[in-house]
């Protein structure tokens, strides 16, 4: 059974930084690319960033440069760090396996939750 646990999530100002974890469990993590997905009150969960198992990451347009995807393949986590953070980067954020048609994963696990205010 796939098991994902995000953790680190937290109250911010404008500017502040935050480092997300996430503790997977339940399948072959160090074959998978794994994301981090992101879900805005009222809004589509989306996009921010990938770990492909290459190393190659990639980013939403709207972090590059203030957030860093990292994985632990020995211990199953992935990470986030935001820098920088914006009052648009709040939100719940979700780690799952990446893959073109993300959107229709439909185990997620709890997120945690991100809140970006002054």
């Known amino acids: 059974q796939v098991t994902l646990v995000e953790s680190g999530g937290g109250f911010v100002q404008p500017g502040g930084s935050l480092r997300l974890s996430c503790a997977v469990s339940g399948f072959n993590f160090r074959f998978d690319d794994m994301g981090w997905y992101r879900q805005a009150a009222g809004k589509q969960r989306e996009f921010v960033a990938v770990?492909?198992?290459?190393?190659?990451?990639v980013y939403n347009d709207a972090v590059k440069g203030r957030f860093t995807i990292s994985r632990d393949n020995a211990k199953s986590m992935v990470f986030l760090e935001m820098n920088n953070l914006r009052s648009e980067d709040t939100g719940v954020y979700y780690c799952n396996i990446h893959r073109s048609d993300w959107y229709t994963i439909d185990s997620w696990g709890q997120g945690t939750q991100v809140t970006v205010s002054s």
């Open positions: 770990s492909y198992v290459s190393g190659i990451t």
